[in-house]
């Protein structure tokens, strides 16, 4: 029993998520194999070869892998499926990219956004936007899974010594072709990544006062900016901060929540942050109930206070 898990990289390193999705793949009871489909990714390899627990890395390198469009990186996946129990992919945008895909190829079910391995065959995933929690069982002979990455602790990214082997890239499948890219390009930290992240709400009123207020707090905590999705409906946020169900899942080390009602939707992204502050003027908002430490407050008086203090 092997499990291949498809490393989110950068053609250089590694992304955090493929060492969460690592520890999955551990989980599943055999070795673990990591392939970096890419472009000039040899760096990477290197970099997947030093992750404890893992075995082998594969490293396929084509130039129609260079910018991670879903066809190729999908039949780079299935031209050494055979060879594998479970093929892991991190729960993010590329992973749920191109899982489907692999698993509609393979005839068989995607088992999406696992949290928990109970066994080789069985595993828990939210449902109803984390109220519930599913045990799912496949019987079918690969299982194609995609990790939700809070789920499981990150693997040691150094310290391993696995084997690298070369695969031939697939050629370009004509399907799709890359057009452009847009980054947001910021100093903070990215925020499934970051420690700390601090998330703002409709309360703060404007894009002006969530930048005034929420920023300065930011910048002392070395932190990543979130906000709800009232927020950023209302133009106070980008839309690529949402913090929950139709957003970002996120679980730092500390969550500070400021003028955020904490519907069950905003819960479904951040209620696994290791400490959750809630600064909220209503002492019956939903956020307190999963707040570590909550105050009670006008948010702009708090917040500056906090960011004197600090
Ligand atoms: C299908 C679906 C998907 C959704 N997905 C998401 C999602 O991914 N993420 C998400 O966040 N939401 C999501 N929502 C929306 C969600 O239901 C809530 O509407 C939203 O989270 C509310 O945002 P909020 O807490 O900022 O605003 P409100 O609910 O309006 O809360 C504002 C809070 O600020 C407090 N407040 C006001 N003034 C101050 C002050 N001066 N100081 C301190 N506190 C103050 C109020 O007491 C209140 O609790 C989704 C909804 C649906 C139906």
């Not at 992240?197 to 009123?205: C, W």
Request: include cysteine; charged fraction near 20%.
């Amino acid at each position: 029993m092997t499990a291949l898990v498809i490393a989110e990289h950068d053609h250089a390193t590694v992304k955090p998520a493929t060492l969460n999705t690592v520890t999955a793949a551990l989980a599943c009871g055999g070795d673990v194999h990591v392939l970096v489909a890419g472009a000039n990714a040899a760096e990477a390899g290197k970099a997947a070869a030093q992750i404890v627990g893992v075995s082998k890395v594969i490293v396929a390198d084509s130039p129609s892998l260079a910018e991670n469009l879903a066809e190729n990186v999908a039949a780079q996946v299935l031209a050494i499926a055979s060879n594998y129990s479970h093929i892991l992919f991190p729960s993010t945008a590329n992973g749920k990219n191109v899982a489907p895909r692999v698993a509609a190829k393979l005839d068989v079910a995607q088992i999406s956004d696992i949290t928990k391995v109970e066994s080789p065959d069985t595993f828990e995933r939210p449902i109803y936007a984390g109220n519930a929690i599913a045990t799912v069982q496949s019987a079918d002979p690969i299982k194609v899974i995609t990790v939700r990455t809070t789920g499981f602790d990150a693997a040691a990214a150094t310290g391993g010594s696995a084997s690298v082997e070369t695969a031939e890239g697939v050629a370009d499948s004509g399907k799709s072709s890359f057009v452009g890219r847009e980054v947001t390009k910021s100093d903070r930290p990215e925020l499934t990544a970051a420690k700390i992240i601090v998330s703002g709400g409709r309360a703060l009123g404007s894009a002006e006062k969530f930048t005034e207020v929420m920023t300065p707090l930011a910048d002392k905590l070395n932190a990543g900016l979130g906000a709800s999705r009232a927020a950023v409906d209302a133009g106070y946020a980008p839309n690529d901060w949402q913090v929950g169900q139709t957003g970002k899942i996120v679980a730092p080390q500390l969550y500070i929540a400021a003028g955020i009602s904490g519907a069950i939707q905003h819960l479904a992204g951040m209620k696994d942050s290791k400490v959750i502050v809630a600064i909220n003027k209503d002492e019956e908002a939903p956020i307190f109930s999963v707040a570590d430490y909550g105050l009670v407050a006008d948010l702009f008086t708090a917040v500056p206070e906090l960011v004197k203090a600090l």
